[in-house]
Nanobody
Framework: VQLVESGGGLVQPGGSLRLSCEVSGFTFTFRTYGMMWYRQAPGKERELVAAIGSPGGSTNYADSVKGRFTISRDNAKNTVYLQMNSLESEDTAVYYC?????????WGQGTQVTVSS
């Protein structure tokens, strides 16, 4: 199983970024899996930011990002996205996508998002 994130970078407060996570190697077809985005800031625990159900239905968000972040998926591309708008300095973290397969949680390598002027 491989999860490969991309799209991180440096952005000014109030700016936007879109993260992508391409998935390969799941046991079953990608659309049957719920997917999640987590983040971990320096000195803090990893936290769940957003989740999307399969095959592309319900979504859930941490209170801190509601109304600013949107999780979505393209099942034809085996890819999950995180659109991040109105970014704040508190959003600075390494962002990871994740999914469960056969009772094990898989993680990407992470992509750094830095919000700073």
């Amino acid at each position: 199983v491989q999860l490969v994130e991309s799209g991180g970078g440096l952005v000014q407060p109030g700016g936007s970024l879109r993260l992508s996570c391409e998935v390969s190697g799941f046991t079953f077809t990608f659309r049957t899996y719920g997917m999640m985005w987590y983040r971990q800031a320096p000195g803090k625990e990893r936290e769940l930011v957003a989740a999307i159900g399969s095959p592309g239905g319900s979504t859930n968000y941490a209170d801190s990002v509601k109304g600013r972040f949107t999780i979505s998926r393209d099942n034809a591309k085996n890819t999950v996205y995180l659109q991040m708008n109105s970014l704040e300095s508190e959003d600075t973290a390494v962002y990871y996508c994740s999914g469960w397969d056969r009772g094990r949680q898989y993680w990407g390598q992470g992509t750094q998002v830095t919000v700073s002027s």
